[in-house]
């Protein structure tokens, strides 16, 4: 009974922790005059929780996550770009993490670059030209810069909560 509840409130600390980074991030001034630019600060909490309890849990709390800062910072539409992204970099990244046993880095990067795809195919299908997908490369040069960034802060953190619970 212990261990759920201590679960329990891990999850619940993630996903606050994951709302307050996003709500940072919103806060920060966009240096690149590039719309969709972004660090993607609340990734790491999904690492953490990949790495640290569950695929499963980690999913879970980009979920929630997704639909809480959708309703408080963003609107209906900016929550289904945040969706797309999010399911197809949580699953690349459970796949790599579970299949290919890649290392923390890698699985960031690779989260990073299937959220800007994501995103990319709902703007597709929502503006309906396959133009934007020249758009990926400048996406894609952000998503490795800021994917590495944040992988290689991840890693310190992942080894220290392993420690703590």
């Known amino acids: 009974m212990r261990e759920q509840t201590e679960k329990l409130a891990m999850r619940a600390m993630l996903v606050a922790l994951a709302f307050v980074l996003a709500w940072l991030e919103a806060q920060i001034p966009t240096f690149i005059a590039v719309p969709g630019v972004k660090l993607g600060l609340t990734n790491l909490v999904v690492l953490l929780a990949l790495y640290r309890l569950s695929w499963k849990d980690a999913m879970v709390i980009n979920l929630i996550r997704i639909v809480l800062v959708g309703l408080t910072f963003g609107s209906l539409f900016s929550m289904w770009y945040s969706l797309a992204g999010g399911l197809l970099s949580g699953i690349g990244m459970?796949?790599?993490?579970?299949?290919?046993?890649?290392?923390?880095?890698?699985?960031?990067?690779?989260?990073?670059?299937?959220?800007?795809?994501?995103?990319?195919?709902?703007?597709?299908?929502?503006?309906?030209?396959?133009?934007?997908?020249?758009?990926?490369?400048?996406?894609?040069?952000?998503?490795?810069?800021?994917?590495?960034?944040l992988g290689l802060l991840c890693v310190p953190i992942v080894s220290r909560v392993k420690k703590i619970l």
């Open 94 to 149: 459970i796949l790599l993490k579970n299949l290919l046993h890649a290392r923390l880095v890698t699985v960031s990067v690779a989260g990073a670059l299937l959220h800007n795809l994501g995103q990319i195919l709902v703007a597709v299908f929502v503006l309906d030209t396959s133009s934007l997908f020249y758009y990926l490369v400048v996406l894609w040069i952000s998503g490795l810069i800021a994917g590495s960034i």
